[in-house]
Antibody, heavy 116, light 106 residues
């Protein structure tokens, strides 16, 4: 069974960087799928942030392109999100997900608050 | 980016009702449309992909249809466990989501 689990700090200060890890079990991230980050804002709006493919290429939401980086560690079967220069508007629940035709597999999500 | 508009935002229905949720895209998305169910405190679950393909393990009372800019998720006979928020998502360009329809029991 494929499982994803997000981890990282729940509180980040404005102007700092947000860093999250997604650990994948039950599947090797180089075997298939595109490994995505998605966030859900207070009020329910969801935003796809970007993905790293199983081959290691990346694709980002144009609205985040200058602030976002998604990387991976294949030896640990993990992929990572870094979002720079955060503001209070980046407060959201962050999910990692495996993308095929749809987002087939999701982590439980981690709530991140941006506040001083 | 492609805007997705879902209606209604809130829907009350009774057990056994046929329920229809709508999703409209701001431009033609050529059936690249998925539906998700999210229950309170849980991650979203993929129900339908490419407009009308049922994800493995999803009950057959869920079905999808549509083309062009207009898409529909139908629950043929509402069950208590179907109480959730339902999101549509297009992938004709980078993925974007609708704001969701919250489905509650009357």
């Amino acid at each position: 069974e494929i499982q994803l689990q997000e981890s990282g700090p729940g509180l980040v200060k404005p102007s700092q960087s947000l860093s999250l890890t997604c650990s994948v079990t039950g599947y090797t991230i180089t075997s298939g799928y595109d490994w995505s980050w998605i966030r859900k804002f207070p009020g329910n709006k969801m935003e796809w942030m970007g993905y790293i493919s199983n081959s290691g290429s990346t694709n980002y939401n144009p609205s985040l392109k200058i602030r976002i980086s998604i990387t991976r560690d294949t030896s640990k079967n993990q992929f990572f999100l870094q979002l720079n220069s955060v503001t209070t508007e980046d407060t959201a629940t962050y999910y990692c997900a495996g993308l095929n035709y749809g987002f087939d597999y999701w982590g439980q999500g981690v709530m991140v608050t941006v506040s001083s | 980016d492609i805007q997705m508009t879902q209606s209604p935002s809130l829907l009350s229905a009774s057990v056994g009702d046929r329920v229809t949720l709508s999703c409209k895209a701001s431009q033609n998305i050529y059936k690249y449309l998925n539906w998700y169910q999210q229950k309170l405190g849980e991650a979203p679950k993929l129900l339908i992909y490419y407009t009308n393909s049922l994800q493995t393990g999803i009950p057959s009372r869920f079905s999808g249809s549509g083309s062009g800019t207009d898409y529909t998720l139908t629950i043929s006979s509402l069950q208590p466990e179907d109480v959730a928020t339902y999101f549509c998502q297009q992938y004709n360009s980078w993925p974007t989501f609708g704001a969701g329809t919250k489905l509650e029991l009357k």
